[in-house]
């Protein structure tokens, strides 16, 4: 089974900077990872799949990059609505699987 | 607009069991998988199972395996998740969720969520 570990648990940032969050897959994946954001009583939204392609709606300011083992979350000038939990999930065809990894919430500094 | 609208919250007895609903619109049903996830309080997701509307084929998660049943009904574009011998680690948030794609893809959009309690 494909692991995902998500780094690090809890992310403080101040509101205008950016932050970074990671996703490490326990073997290679290529690009089949997407990341979703979580609001407080709210189902799971998707921002990115395919590791870098942006969801219809998602703003530029949320970008996704690598590939493997080793992904990223970036968000830039952070603003008041994208402090919430984030997620990684990996979708593998051979064999059919889908794992989450355990979440980053992110928090106002 | 694409809308998955999940049925109500459900309080059941431990060993009962438990159907939800999840009513697909704006698209067409049998296009695309169905996945089901799973949230119990405070916690992460995780994935129990998913459908193919088109043929019925099922794939369900180890842990679910033996206790969860994915079915549908193609004519009113509904997707059923029963989950079975409950227990009170089965109180949790049970989302469906829209592949992309037959096999395996990302999960969009998303139902609203369904709380089940599990309680003696």
């Known amino acids: ?109 | 607009q694409v809308q998955l609208v999940q049925s109500g919250a459900e309080v059941k007895k431990p060993g009962a069991s438990v159907k939800v609903s999840c009513k697909a619109s704006g698209y067409s049903f049998s296009a695309y998988y169905m996945h089901w996830v799973r949230q119990a309080p405070g916690q992460g997701l995780e994935w129990m199972g998913r459908i193919n509307p088109y043929s019925g084929a099922t794939k369900y998660a180890q842990n679910f395996q033996d206790r969860v049943t994915l079915t549908r009904d193609t004519s009113i574009s509904t997707a059923y998740m029963e989950l079975s011998s409950l227990t009170s680690d089965d109180t949790a948030f049970y989302y469906c969720a829209s592949g992309n794609d037959f096999g395996p893809t990302w999960l969009a959009p998303w139902g609203q969520g369904t709380l089940v309690t599990v309680s003696s």
């Open chain 1, 1 to 109: 089974e494909i692991m995902m570990t998500q780094s690090p648990a809890t992310l403080s940032v101040s509101p205008g900077e950016t932050a970074t969050l990671s996703c490490r897959a326990s073997q290679s994946i290529t690009n089949n990872l997407a990341w979703y954001q979580q609001q407080p009583g709210q189902a799971p939204r998707l921002l990115i799949y395919e590791a870098s392609t942006r969801a219809t709606g998602i703003p530029a300011r949320f970008s996704g990059g690598g590939s493997g083992t080793e992904f990223t979350l970036t968000i830039s000038s952070l603003q008041s609505e994208d402090f919430a939990v984030y997620y990684c999930q990996q979708y593998s065809n051979w064999p059919e699987t889908y794992t989450f990894g355990q979440g980053t919430k992110l928090e106002i500094k």
